[in-house]
């Protein structure tokens, strides 16, 4: 069965640090394009970032560009989105995804707060 389950959310002050994993099981994650999207409440959902199969290409929203590192490890097929310098504006829960014949598969999330 198919899963991706986040983790590394927190409480972080202004300008800190945190490290999201997001750890799938069910199939071997290398073959596949995996995305990173966060939602604040009261807000759409946004795409921050996205990592193709191979690793090879990366992208990124405007708003965290230079900020935030997508990175995978396929030995654990794990997807990691490191963020820095966070803003207040960062917070949001952030969850990620991939697709499958047109089949969106969606973790749970996990809660970034940015605040001091």
């Known amino acids: 069965q198919l899963q991706l389950v986040e983790s590394g959310g927190g409480l972080v002050q202004p300008g800190g640090s945190l490290r999201l994993s997001c750890a799938v099981s069910?199939?071997?994650?290398?073959?596949?394009?995996i995305a990173w999207f966060r939602q604040a409440p009261g807000s759409e959902r946004e795409g921050v970032s996205c990592?193709?199969?191979?690793?090879?290409?990366?992208t990124y929203a405007d708003s965290v560009k230079g900020r935030f590192t997508v990175s995978r490890d396929n030995a654990k097929n794990t997807v990691y989105l490191q963020m820095n310098s966070l803003k207040p504006e960062d917070t949001a829960v952030y969850s990620c995804?991939?697709?499958?014949?047109?089949?969106?598969?969606w973790g749970q999330g996990t809660q970034v707060t940015v605040s001091s």
């Open positions: 995804t991939l697709s499958i014949l047109g089949v969106d598969y």
């Open positions: 990592m193709s199969s191979g690793g090879g290409s990366t």
């Open positions: 069910g199939l071997s994650l290398d073959v596949y394009t």
